[in-house]
């Protein structure tokens, strides 16, 4: 079975522009995460989706992030306008209720 | 500010040895899980704790619990080059996970 997929799984873009990052969560996993990952702050928890409902966005660092869930199977993190402080790993997870998250592959962003 | 502080940051050992990660919590959480992530991917769990005192062992590995559920360690037997990873610990609560900063395990051939 497939995992939970990402893409891209790099991306490198100007200050500025527009990104979007998208995820395909586990089939039947009704819990969606979108975590970032930098060396100075670690791994952060930016928001979570249950049943394609936000759930809980307080981890999401400003209004230029925003994510949407528009069905079960597809999620996106978009940045606008990005900026250099943006660098990171974004992971997507899921999961089925309060079981074990798994994590995808990761997107590398790097905004110049 | 890191509500759950790890030990030591890094560790580089022969294969063979034996290692302890240590995990401290300033909060009781619901569950807490350790997670091996390697270069370019993502975390994978290995165990979650749930009761104070508790013991699970997997394989070489042996997790335990405090028993007051703040405190959570890691102790690999005869490691081998493939437990090199960042390990991390991390506190979940009403399905949200809060990790610490991870400790950066190097076994040495």
């Known amino acids: 079975d497939a995992g939970v997929i990402q893409s891209p799984r790099h991306e490198v873009t100007e200050m500025g522009q527009e990104v979007t990052l998208r995820c395909k969560p586990i089939s039947g996993h009704d819990y969606l995460f979108w975590y970032r990952q930098t060396m100075m702050r670690g791994l952060e928890l930016l928001i979570y989706f249950n049943n394609n409902v936000p759930i809980d966005d307080s981890g999401m660092p400003e209004d230029r992030f925003s994510a949407k869930m528009p069905n079960a199977s597809f999620s996106t993190l978009k940045i606008q306008p990005s900026e250099p402080r943006d660098s990171a790993v974004y992971f997507c997870?899921?999961?089925?209720?309060?079981?074990?998250?798994?994590f995808g592959p990761g997107t590398r962003l790097t905004v110049l | 500010t890191q509500l759950l502080e790890q030990s030591p940051q890094f560790l580089s050992i022969q294969e063979g040895e034996n290692l302890t990660v240590y995990c401290n919590s300033s909060?009781?959480?619901?569950?807490l899980q350790w997670y091996r992530q390697e270069p370019g991917e993502g975390p994978v769990l290995l165990v979650t704790?749930?009761?104070?005192?508790e013991v699970k062992k997997l394989k070489r590995l042996t997790f335990q619990f405090g028993d007051a559920r703040k405190d959570s360690s890691l102790h690999i037997t005869a490691a081998q080059t493939g437990d090199t990873g960042l390990y991390l610990c991390?506190?979940?609560?009403?399905?949200?996970?809060?990790f610490g900063a991870g400790t950066t395990v190097t076994v040495r051939a």
């Open positions: 909060s009781v959480f619901s569950s």
């Open positions: 991390a506190g979940e609560d009403d399905y949200k996970l809060s």
């Open positions: 704790v749930v009761t104070g005192g």
């Open positions: 997870a899921s999961s089925i209720t309060d079981n074990e998250q798994f």
